[in-house]
Nanobody, 122 residues
Framework: QVQLDESGGGLVQAGGSLRLSCAASGRTFSPYAMAWFRQAPGKEREVVARIVWNAGDTWYADSVKGRFTISRDNTKRTLYLQMNSLQAEDTAVYYC???????????????WGQGTQVTVSS
């Protein structure tokens, strides 16, 4: 069982930056990929960035492309999300999760953590 602990959120002005971290623990940690998600009030959770854990290949949602950078430290089992040029629309609770790819597409495979709140004031 993998436990995920997100941190690094906060209140920032529009145009500012934040760096989120996701620390993974547990004896069975060997994901194919990890991803960052966010959920704004009244909206469904959406994936914003994904990284293949060993190869380092990345993918970004169009809404964050060019502003957010996903990275990982394999030895620390930690996932990061550098968020620059933040906008009010980025306000949400941010979560991380491990991911596997199946015939039906990507699937999150760990229990969700509590997330970290990011609030961008305009």
């Amino acid at each position: 069982q993998v436990q995920l602990d997100e941190s690094g959120g906060g209140l920032v002005q529009a145009g500012g930056s934040l760096r989120l971290s996701c620390a993974a623990s547990g004896r069975t940690f060997s994901p194919y990929a990890m991803a960052w998600f966010r959920q704004a009030p009244g909206k469904e959770r959406e994936v914003v960035a994904r990284i293949v854990w060993n190869a380092g290949d990345t993918w970004y949602a169009d809404s964050v492309k060019g502003r957010f950078t996903i990275s990982r430290d394999n030895t620390k089992r930690t996932l990061y999300l550098q968020m620059n040029s933040l906008q009010a629309e980025d306000t949400a609770v941010y979560y991380c999760n491990t991911q596997e790819y199946y015939d039906i597409g990507w699937s999150s495979t760990s229990s969700w953590g509590q997330g970290t709140q990011v609030t961008v004031s305009s």
